[in-house]
């Protein structure tokens, strides 16, 4: 069984920035993308962004240009760097991973951006 832990989150002011880590308990060489979704409280979830084997990323509007999805296969991690943050960035961000049939999820960590 894949475990996904995530770590980075924590309370920042309108215009800072957080730097989001998820490590996987196996390699993430083979991955087919990993990513983060984020859920804030009375909202559905929704994909932050993602990151594909082939290296191409996907974002969402909301957040693009502001926040770069990245990896380092040597240490099985993928990274959300943040910046320009938003109240309404304010979420539970979890990891998530899909290896062909097998989809994971991490616990979550929360981001809250108020000043």
């Known amino acids: 069984q894949v475990q996904l832990v995530e770590s980075g989150g924590g309370l920042v002011q309108p215009g800072g920035s957080l730097r989001l880590s998820c490590v996987s308990s196996?390699?993430?060489?083979?991955?087919?993308?990993m990513g983060w979704y984020r859920q804030a409280p009375g909202k559905q979830r929704e994909m932050v962004a993602r990151?594909?084997?082939?290296?191409?990323?996907n974002y969402a509007d909301s957040v693009k240009g502001r926040f770069t999805i990245s990896r380092d296969n040597a240490k099985n991690t993928v990274y959300l760097q943040m910046n320009s943050l938003k109240p309404e960035d304010t979420a539970v961000y979890t990891c998530?991973?899909?290896?062909?049939?097998?989809?994971?999820w991490g616990q979550g960590t929360q981001v809250t951006v108020s000043s």
């Open positions: 196996d390699t993430i060489n083979s991955i087919s993308y």
């Open positions: 990151i594909f084997n082939s290296g191409i990323t």
């Open positions: 998530n991973a899909v290896w062909g049939f097998y989809t994971y």
